[in-house]
T-cell receptor, first 113, second 113 residues
Framework: AQSVTQPDIHITVSEGASLELRCNYS??????LFWYVQSPGQGLQLLLK??????LVQGIKGFEAEFKRSQSSFNLRKPSVHWSDAAEYFC???????????FGPGTRLSVLP | DAGVTQSPTHLIKTRGQQVTLRCSPK?????VSWYQQALGQGPQFIFQ???????QRGNFPDRFSGHQFPNYSSELNVNALLLGDSALYLC????????????FGPGTRLTVT
């Protein structure tokens, strides 16, 4: 069965600083990987996804993520954080067609002015 | 293009009662998944419906049941509510074929007292 870990429960960065959120997954085959963002009291918004091909994927709001098979990682990055990026970020892995997503526990991002 | 909608937004129930939550998928989507998100945690998969059948189920008791209608909308029913059922319930829709990303609704906040 697949699983996801997000080692950082809470990260605080200053506005304008760079950001990297870590995600490690466990799955026997090629995974489908996703990053979602959740603002307080809201549903989840898809930031980006990886299915195959180029291991560096671009998403919305200036985010990107890199798939590293050797490290079983799919870290999320942003070169310059904005105050509006403060939210909860979830990494998820989806297995074969039709199967459910497994989410990590989330990383809460705080942004200092 | 309407996204995923859920109703009601909030509701409060008493232990032992039953509750029904509703979801309308994103236009063009035919698959609906339900997730439970407890406070401070990532979403946990409950079950998935496709062609009016439960296609896959997570580790939730039989008190949790669902239904999908011919128009692809779905209901989640929880019987004999427990205090531990208090959570944000998220509905996600997707296509059974093609891309595998799931689009989430805003959720229903259930409080059991």
């Amino acid at each position: 069965a697949q699983s996801v870990t997000q080692p950082d429960i809470h990260i605080t960065v200053s506005e304008g600083a760079s950001l990297e959120l870590r995600c490690n997954y466990s799955y026997g085959a090629t995974p489908y990987l996703f990053w979602y963002v959740q603002s307080p009291g809201q549903g989840l918004q898809l930031l980006l996804k990886y299915f195959s091909g180029d291991t560096l994927v671009q998403g919305i709001k200036g985010f990107e993520a890199e798939f590293k098979r050797s490290q079983s990682s799919f870290n999320l990055r942003k070169p310059s954080v904005h105050w509006s990026d403060a939210a909860e970020y979830f990494c998820a892995v989806g297995a074969n067609y039709g199967q459910n997503f497994v989410f990590g526990p989330g990383t809460r991002l705080s942004v200092l002015p | 293009d309407a996204g995923v909608t859920q109703s009601p937004t909030h509701l409060i129930k008493t232990r032992g009662q039953q509750v029904t939550l509703r979801c309308s998928p994103k236009s063009g989507h035919d698959t609906v998944s339900w997730y439970q998100q407890a406070l401070g945690q990532g979403p946990q998969f409950i079950f998935q419906y496709y062609e009016e059948e439960e296609r896959q189920r997570g580790n939730f008791p039989d008190r949790f049941s669902g239904h999908q209608f011919p128009n692809y909308s779905s209901e989640l029913n929880v019987n004999a509510l427990l205090l531990g059922d208090s959570a944000l319930y998220l509905c996600a829709s997707s296509l059974a074929t093609g891309a595998y990303e799931q689009y989430f609704g805003p959720g229903t906040r259930l409080t059991v007292t």
